[in-house]
């Protein structure tokens, strides 16, 4: 039990200190993590409601409900395969689970957020459209994206020990992958031969499931739910796998 409230303080320590430093020598600070995806939002109104109109109903509020969650999992892809190469001094220390690593910058971006949640909450709240009862669905939600995030970070983590490419690899996925998550469409507009791809990507029902709770005010469907649920806890196997079975010869490498 003391390892275990050390382990837990010791990841609230340091995703604190991941939070002040990143943006320490900012002049704008935390700004900026607001900033940015306001901007990613108004290319995206601007783009697929003035110059390709896809004439989806408060469009803004439609894009940021998915663009939240999205930018917590792009963010958390895109830093996770530096985090043992680069903090190998603190990885090779005696009695340090590196997967703490994993677990901070999947928390630190978590914090980013649910940062941006007031945010989402004007928006919606300028279009008319009121949150109640579907908020409870919030936390369940968050909870099955992190194991999601994490299984995937542990494995581009350790694997990019080895292969430094694997990094390179997985920022083109993730780049792809936007496009194949209706983060700025509906998924209804997917044909009919492609819908499998989508019931089985846990991102696109995530997204759709917290536009789902925040913009349409209702329950997420349960069957992908479920689904997404299921194959988030799979990937965190397997990352928890390929880790455990690594970690020795990882610290070879480091």
């Known amino acids: 039990m003391t390892a275990v409230k050390y382990n837990a303080d010791l990841i609230c320590h340091l995703v604190w200190r991941d939070f002040l430093l990143r943006y320490k020598k900012s002049v704008l600070g935390i700004l900026w993590s607001l900033l940015v995806p306001l901007g990613q ?9 003035k110059v390709v109109p896809l004439n989806i109903e408060d469009y803004p509020g439609f894009v940021f409900s998915g663009l939240l969650p999205w930018t917590w999992f792009s963010n958390s892809l895109g830093s996770a395969g ?14 340090f689970e590196p997967s703490i690593l994993v677990a901070v910058n999947t928390l630190s971006n978590l914090i980013h957020f649910l940062i941006f949640l007031p945010v989402l909450f004007l928006i919606l709240a300028f279009y ?8 409870l669905f919030l936390p369940a939600l968050v909870f099955i994206q992190s194991l999601l995030i994490f299984g995937l970070s542990l494995i581009t983590a350790t694997l ?9 690899a997985m920022n083109v996925a993730v780049m792809g ?21 989508y019931a089985v990507n846990p991102l696109s029902v995530l997204v759709e499931s917290y536009r789902a709770i925040f913009f349409q005010g209702m329950a997420p469907q349960w069957n992908l739910f479920l689904l997404a649920a299921l194959i988030s ?11 455990r079975r690594l970690l020795s010869t990882m610290y070879d490498f480091l």
């Open 233 to 243: 806890t799979i990937v965190l196997g397997l990352g928890w796998l390929i880790y």
């Open 128 to 135: 008319g459209r009121h949150m109640a009862f579907s908020l």
């Open 160 to 168: 990019n020990v080895f292969y430094q490419d694997v990094q390179y």
């Open 41 to 49: 939002l108004a290319v995206l109104v601007l783009v697929f409601e």
């Open 177 to 197: 992958l936007f496009y194949l998550t209706p983060v700025f469409y509906q998924a209804d507009a997917v044909g009919d031969k492609y819908r499998l791809l």
């Open 82 to 95: 530096y985090l043992f190469t680069y903090n190998r001094d603190l990885v090779r220390r005696p009695n």
